[in-house]
């Protein structure tokens, strides 16, 4: 009989020792992902620079390679994410390939969730966010999808509205804003009669 009791008090040793294992890890896991959430930025690094600069010259090669290296980096800087966005929708235009419009959608919505996850006080979260549902927009309009294409617009142009009165001398507002009050303007009016 002593050696069942011997026995079951071992078990409760190490039961009690894996339950404080489990509950350690759980900690330890949940503290990881509360901070990284809280570390999430927006800053305009070198890498950044660099990339969007190589965007813009068409250089998608160079700019790849500048946003790799700043996800290495500097995981917690969200503006990566923007700029491979501008990078696929230019690249797509640039190579008139229809599947990587397909693939734009689908890796911005991708995007779009994981700006949205990390609540920050940046200006720039909503203004990528919105500027991602533009360039939606753009992808679905070019695959003739003009609903989801109009309801990417209204959700980017609430978004940038709501920046604007967050952020009112946030002037990277206003070429979103510019562009979206530019396109509707270009919407010939019906007239009935």
Not at 91 to 111: H, T, Y
Request: proline letters at 3%.
């Amino acid at each position: 009989m002593a050696n069942n009791d011997h026995n079951s008090v071992e078990f409760m040793i190490f039961a009690t020792m894996l339950f404080n294992i489990k509950n350690r890890l759980f900690f330890v896991i949940l503290m990881l992902m509360c901070t990284s959430q809280l570390k999430a930025d927006y800053v305009w690094t070198q890498n950044c620079l660099k990339g969007y600069e190589a965007v813009i010259a068409l250089d998608f090669e160079a700019a790849d390679n500048y946003i790799y290296k700043e996800k290495r980096e500097r995981p917690e800087n969200l503006l990566s994410l923007y700029i491979e966005s501008q990078m696929d929708l230019i690249k797509s235009f640039v190579d008139e390939d229809e599947v990587a419009l397909d693939g734009i959608k689908i890796r911005n919505e991708q995007r779009i969730e994981i700006l949205k996850k990390h609540k920050g006080k940046s200006p720039y979260q909503r203004l990528c966010i919105a500027e991602m549902y533009i360039q939606l927009a753009i992808a679905r309009a070019r695959k003739d999808e003009f609903f989801g294409a109009a309801h990417d617009i209204r959700k980017a142009f609430k978004m940038l509205e709501d920046n604007q009165k967050a952020y009112p001398n946030f002037s990277p507002n206003l070429r979103g804003l510019g562009l979206i009050h530019a396109a509707i303007g270009t919407i010939p009016k019906t007239t009935n009669g």
